[in-house]
């Protein structure tokens, strides 16, 4: 008897039939019942019509457990319809790394230690399929995939902000075991500095790491990337970076340190923001620009 469920699958095994589908978690349970029944040499008849009966009942059952297992809170309240989308854990960390620009895979997973790469697909594929979060590519010469917030994914920006002051006040205390990465700090530098940079823009590379800083005199943006017609480009060693947005290295004493081109008023200004961002973070950086002293140690599994 021919099954309803299309042609032979090459992953059968010598048990099951040339017809029969796959059996995977996710196979409907009246259909293994009843190829259990067709497959084993069993003598026992089983009639087309008692056939499309059991394969109609395992897909309502089917159907019935895949409801089950969506999670939601199954409330009409915006907050936990909100919470239904974005809940989920690395889910808002993902659109913070997306807050500063087009994003390739590799920045993320670079941006987010300590995720698992199924973990991260998995969320941006939540993230895409809720409309927060498109897929794209660049054009010549980058002609890289990235991936970048919709209008609906920065409208999140504002309780992301919140939701910092409010980690910044009340959040799990800081350990020598958590990540630091440059961009982190500079975001809680724009916060503090709305009005720098009126009318300019500066561009600032820690090590390998690239922002664009920009500011129209009631809000300094920080996105990634190099910056098209700076008026100041500042370049900070790794280690430099930190010891003075920890100040543990004076804006004044930093000049020494780093290279200032262009606008040199413009750089200054933005060594002097930076100096005390950090407050709170210690620790010295690696050569990627993150820090070494504040950076998980592998534990042999990814945190989820």
């Known amino acids: 008897m021919p099954a309803p469920f299309g042609p032979s699958s090459p992953n059968t095994s010598p048990l099951r039939t ?23 040499g069993s ?32 409330q009409r309240c915006p907050l936990a319809r909100a919470l239904d989308i974005v809940g989920e854990r690395w889910t808002l960390l993902v659109v913070r790394e997306l807050m500063l620009g087009p994003r390739r895979y590799t920045d993320l997973t670079d941006g987010l230690p300590g ?35 919709t209008e609906a994914g920065r409208a999140l920006g504002p309780s992301l902000g919140a939701l910092t002051e409010w980690g910044e006040r009340y959040g799990a205390p800081i350990t020598d075991s958590q990540a630091v990465r440059p961009q982190w700090i500079l975001t809680r530098m724009a916060r503090r500095n709305a009005d720098l940079l009126a009318g300019q823009s500066c561009e600032l590379r820690v090590g390998r790491d690239v922002f664009e800083l ?19 480009a500042i370049a900070l060693e790794p280690d430099v970076f930190y010891a003075l947005a920890t100040k543990r290295l004076t804006a004044r004493k930093a000049r020494e340190h780093a290279v200032i081109d262009g606008d040199r008023a413009a750089g200054v200004q933005v060594l002097a923001a930076i100096s ?29």
């Open 115 to 149: 995720v698992g790469t199924n973990i991260l697909a998995a969320r941006l594929a939540d993230l895409q399929s809720a409309g927060l979060v498109t897929k794209r590519e660049l054009p010549p010469p980058t002609a890289v995939t990235v991936y970048d917030l």
């Open 276 to 304: 005390g961002a950090a407050a709170g973070y210690a620790g010295g950086p690696d050569d990627r620009g993150g820090d070494q002293a504040t950076r998980p140690r592998p534990t042999g599994a990814s945190r989820r």
């Open 214 to 232: 920009s500011g129209d005199g009631s809000k300094l943006s920080i996105t990634t990337g190099t910056a098209r017609t700076p008026d100041a």
């Open 43 to 74: 003598t026992i008849a089983i009639t087309s019509h008692v056939y499309l009966f059991f394969a109609r009942i395992s897909y309502q059952i089917s159907f019935r457990y895949y409801d089950a297992s969506m999670k939601t809170y199954g």
């Open 18 to 40: 040339s017809n029969e589908m796959p059996r995977t978690a996710s196979t409907p349970l009246g259909y293994v019942f009843v190829n259990a029944l067709t497959t084993t």
